[in-house]
């Protein structure tokens, strides 16, 4: 059973930097697309930025193109979200997501099958 556990979440002015870290456990974390989503109150689940398991070519909202960086490291099975000139509107639930289908469309929410249970970051102006 994979499980997807998001931490480093919290409440930082505007301008500031803060990295979000995913941790993917009873997966074989090599074979895995992952993506970091965010949903803000009243609206949909965002897409954030994706690396898929070919580590080919990573995927950023535009929205966040320029400011966030998401990485990962195969041999922790970690997925890391660094997050810099963090803006109030950034402000949401931010969601640590996976999944084993392979050519698939990874900026789409409904591609992931695994999914954490969400981190609030909170940017204050």
């Known amino acids: 059973q994979v499980q997807v556990v998001e931490s480093g979440g919290g409440l930082v002015q505007a301008g500031a930097s803060l990295t979000l870290s995913c941790a993917v456990s009873?997966?074989?974390?090599?074979?895995?697309?992952t993506g970091w989503f965010r949903q803000a109150p009243g609206k949909e689940r965002e897409f954030v930025a994706a690396?898929?398991?070919?580590?080919?070519?990573?995927a950023y909202a535009d929205s966040v193109k320029g400011r966030f960086l998401i990485s990962r490291d195969n041999a922790k099975n970690t997925l890391d979200l660094q997050m810099n000139i963090l803006k109030p509107e950034d402000t949401a639930v931010y969601y640590c997501?996976?999944?084993?289908?392979?050519?698939?469309?990874?900026?789409?929410?409904?591609?992931?099958?695994?999914w954490g249970q969400g981190t609030q970051v909170t940017v204050s102006s």
């Open positions: 690396v898929p398991w070919s580590l080919r070519r990573t």
């Open positions: 997501a996976a999944t084993y289908k392979a050519g698939s469309d990874y900026v789409s929410k409904w591609t992931y099958d695994y």
């Open positions: 009873g997966s074989t974390f090599s074979r895995l697309t």
